[in-house]
T-cell receptor, first 113, second 111 residues
Framework: NAGVTQTPKFQVLKTGQSMTLQCAQDMNHNSMYWYRQDPGMGLRLIYYSASEGTTDKGEVPNGYNVSRLNKREFSLRLESAAPSQTSVYFCAGSSGGAYNEQFFGPGTRLTVL | TQLLEQSPQFLSIQEGENLTVYCNSSSVFSSLQWYRQEPGEGPVLLVT?????EVKKLKRLTFQFGDARKDSSLHITAAQPGDTGLYLC???????????FGRGTSLIVHP
């Protein structure tokens, strides 16, 4: 089992360009999440999907959109990238329930020039 | 907004030393997780604690959940360079899909 996979691993964009970060999980998780991690700020939740067919905003959703394509896949789209979106992005899956344990992908390091 | 405060923020020690990392909140959590993140990788789940006063051991790592389920600690005995990384705690309140993460403790263990 691959667990949680993310593509690409690295990406450089120019301001105003768009791109989609892909995430897939083979752990049969109901819930999926997108976080960004910045120095000194910890992990901040961008969007999450509690179950297939639903998505909700997290702490820092502005400038992002998401799609829960099916139970396995959850993508994050930047429509018009800004330098403030330079960060490391992590996708995570969870079976939910009382424990809500998160299983993270390897991350995408994004630089916006 | 629920907050999880982790301390210390940074820790630099020599191989063989013991250390304790703390995770504190004013909120009560139904469960709390500890994760370790190595440079260039995603966080990896170490343990989940759910019962007040619970103690779990993972080799040289000892995790404790506070009696009131508002705080937790991670103790590492005889630290090794392989323990180097960012340690994150995260708590969830009952029925929520959203965990609250602390900002982490960055640990460096020198050979």
């Amino acid at each position: 089992n691959a667990g949680v996979t993310q593509t690409p691993k690295f990406q450089v964009l120019k301001t105003g360009q768009s791109m989609t970060l892909q995430c897939a999980q083979d752990m049969n998780h109901n819930s999926m999440y997108w976080y960004r991690q910045d120095p000194g700020m910890g992990l901040r939740l961008i969007y999450y999907s509690a179950s297939e067919g639903t998505t909700d905003k997290g702490e820092v959703p502005n400038g992002y959109n998401v799609s829960r394509l099916n139970k396995r896949e959850f993508s994050l789209r930047l429509e018009s990238a800004a330098p403030s979106q330079t960060s490391v992005y992590f996708c995570a899956g969870s079976s939910g329930g009382a424990y809500n344990e998160q299983f993270f992908g390897p991350g995408t390091r994004l630089t916006v020039l | 907004t629920q907050l999880l405060e982790q301390s210390p923020q940074f820790l630099s020690i020599q191989e063989g030393e013991n250390l304790t990392v703390y995770c504190n909140s004013s909120s009560v959590f139904s469960s709390l997780q500890w994760y370790r993140q190595e440079p260039g990788e995603g966080p990896v789940l170490l343990v989940t604690v759910v019962t007040g006063g619970e103690v779990k051991k993972l080799k040289r790592l000892t995790f404790q959940f506070g009696d009131a389920r508002k705080d937790s600690s991670l103790h590492i005995t005889a630290a090794q360079p392989g323990d180097t990384g960012l340690y994150l705690c995260a708590g969830t309140t009952g029925g929520s899909y959203i965990p609250t993460f602390g900002r982490g403790t960055s640990l460096i263990v020198h050979p």
